[in-house]
Antibody, heavy 119, light 106 residues
């Protein structure tokens, strides 16, 4: 079955760029949408954005100016970059798969989460 | 923007039925998904598209959606059902989550 393994720097200074990577095992990036979602005590779960296998991206309007999601098919990985972080970006970040390959659907597989602190 | 409203907490006696609601304007016209989250773990999908269960989710979990309220129902509640439950939908091409409901099994 498909598993997502994510990693990246956990401690950043304000103004630095957050970079996280999510590797897909047991399946392919093809035919699915891949999202990043974060969870902070103050704002709950917040969808950051998504990418599909052809590189098409959609972002949360509230973060769009600072977010880039990319995909590397040869490595079966996708990545998140969030620039100019502040303390408000402190959260657990998750990668997740869109269910059955449909856009605008549920998230059926999640990574283990990465705690990122900006301080 | 579209607002999703969940109660902060719900309590249920062991073996009884718990109902967790998610309110939103005409939410019945949207597909609603539900997640269970336990401390220190990623969310797990328990209901998708209002009422469908992913494989591996017990039949005790069911969902409905009509009017301004979507409901997750957990029958014969067990201690292992304790956790936070979140509703989720898409609005204007953005995924939105409810604030979460803490389920306590007494």
């Amino acid at each position: 079955h498909v598993q997502l393994q994510q990693w990246g720097a956990g401690l950043l200074k304000p103004s630095e760029t957050l970079t996280l990577t999510c590797a897909v095992s047991g399946g392919s990036l093809s035919d699915y949408y891949w999202s990043w979602i974060r969870q902070s005590p103050g704002k709950g779960l917040e969808w950051i954005g998504e990418i599909n296998h052809s590189g098409r991206t959609d972002y949360n309007p509230s973060l769009k100016s600072r977010v880039t999601i990319s995909i590397e098919m040869s490595k079966n990985q996708f990545a998140l970059k969030l620039k100019s972080v502040t303390a408000a970006d402190t959260a657990i970040y998750y990668c997740a798969r869109g269910f059955e390959g449909y856009k605008f659907d549920a998230f059926d597989v999640w990574g283990q989460g990465t705690m990122v602190t900006a301080s | 923007s579209y607002d999703l409203t969940q109660s902060l907490s719900v309590s249920v006696a062991l073996g009884q039925t718990a109902r967790i609601t998610c309110g939103g304007n005409n939410i019945g016209s949207k597909n609603v998904h539900w997640y269970q989250q336990k401390p220190g773990r990623a969310p797990v999908l328990v209901i998708y598209r209002d009422s469908r269960r992913p494989s591996g989710i017990p039949e005790r979990f069911s969902g409905s959606n009509s009017g301004n309220t979507a409901t997750l129902t957990i029958s014969r509640a067990q201690a292992g059902d304790e956790g936070d439950y979140y509703c989720q939908l898409w609005d204007s091409s953005t995924a939105l989550f409810g604030g979460g409901t803490r389920l306590t099994v007494l």
